[in-house]
């Protein structure tokens, strides 16, 4: 039997202040040589490989015979299994820490029987973390580095998410919404986004969805979170891997909001659930406004996008 889940959920945290210190510290030429994988925007860095290195073997390590999938040493066409499996990035949002722009985060995922079961996303720049266990809510804490002796202190308290003061969502037209650009910028692909952006931002006169704004974080972990804990409304991208979402999927479906792709049948709402290794996510905070207003955004998101 797979060990209890706050077991693990301790083992990620204290994995995730391990990476957060490698990564908190690479500055400068300290990052590692850079280099590219599919093409010149999609990075790498030997931090990712360092830090990834690291959390493998602390895990694995303790959990001789689990799985592990992460993004620096991922075979392409390897499924996910059923077992037991760690499901990591170790820097979700490379281009950000390239260019010191500070929305980092090590994405530290765990699904049983490929269901997400506990996830840790933690950002060693602000010192956020967010954490769940399947079942029993999710949470936002705050750390500060105190010193390579005495490591990550405890800033804030443990806070439920969502945080207090989010209000239902009236509609597109009110919503702020994560959209980002990903690394693919050839053709259709691209194409698809400039037009996703176009039809989200237009006026309504223009037959636009006429939206708040739209965000880019550049980091899909923390933009799952920051729709768990209701400072963004929705977030949408196409391209992303198991990796970026598995830890941030446990956090926003345990702050009550929902990932789906696709029209939502009748049924009720694990009838629209998709599978982690989707790829296409529309992800839509969901505990402030019910079941029911949360399906009319996203039947009224994707009425807005048809055909992009
Ligand atoms: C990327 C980030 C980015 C998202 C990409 C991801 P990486 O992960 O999450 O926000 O747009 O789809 O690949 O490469 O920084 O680990």
Redesign the pocket.
């Known amino acids: 039997n797979p060990p209890d889940p706050n077991q693990i959920l301790a083992s990620l945290l204290s994995v995730a202040k391990k990476a957060g210190n490698v990564i908190l510290t690479a500055t400068g030429s300290s990052k590692g040589s850079l280099g590219t994988k599919k093409n010149s925007a999609d990075l790498v860095t030997e931090t990712d490989k360092a830090v990834e290195k690291l959390i493998s073997s602390v895990l694995l390590d303790e959990y001789p015979g689990f799985s592990f999938m992460g993004?620096e040493t991922y075979q392409p066409g390897t499924p996910l299994g059923p077992e037991p499996t760690f499901i990591v990035?170790p820097?979700?949002?490379?281009?950000n820490f390239v260019h010191g722009y500070p929305y980092v985060s090590v994405s530290l995922g765990y699904a049983v029987d490929r269901v997400p079961t506990v996830g840790v996303v933690f950002n060693p720049f602000t010192g956020v973390c967010y954490s769940a266990v399947k079942g029993q809510g999710a949470f936002k804490e705050t750390w500060n580095f105190a010193g390579e002796d005495e490591g990550w202190k405890a800033r804030t308290e443990k806070e439920r998410l969502p945080v207090g003061g989010a209000k239902p969502l009236a509609g597109l037209d009110g919503a702020l919404v994560a959209v980002?650009?990903?690394?693919d910028r050839s053709g259709s692909n691209w194409q698809t986004k400039v037009d996703t952006w176009n039809r989200l931002g237009r006026s309504k006169d223009e037959g636009g969805a006429m939206i708040h704004s739209a965000r880019c974080l550049?980091?899909?972990?923390l933009?799952l979170c920051a729709v768990a804990e209701g400072s963004i409304d929705i977030y949408w991208?196409g391209?992303?891997?198991a990796w970026?979402v598995c830890a941030g999927w446990t956090v926003l479906r345990e702050a009550g909001g929902i990932i789906v792709d696709g029209n939502p049948p009748a049924g009720g709402k694990e009838g629209w659930e998709i599978p982690i290794t989707h790829r296409k996510y529309l992800a839509v905070r969901g505990a402030e406004q019910g079941e029911q207003r949360t399906k009319e955004v996203v039947k009224e998101f994707w009425q807005t996008i048809e055909g992009t």
Do not use: K, P, R
């Open positions: 993004e990035d820097i979700d949002g490379t281009t980002e650009w990903g690394s550049g980091s899909a972990a933009n991208e391209g992303c891997w970026d």
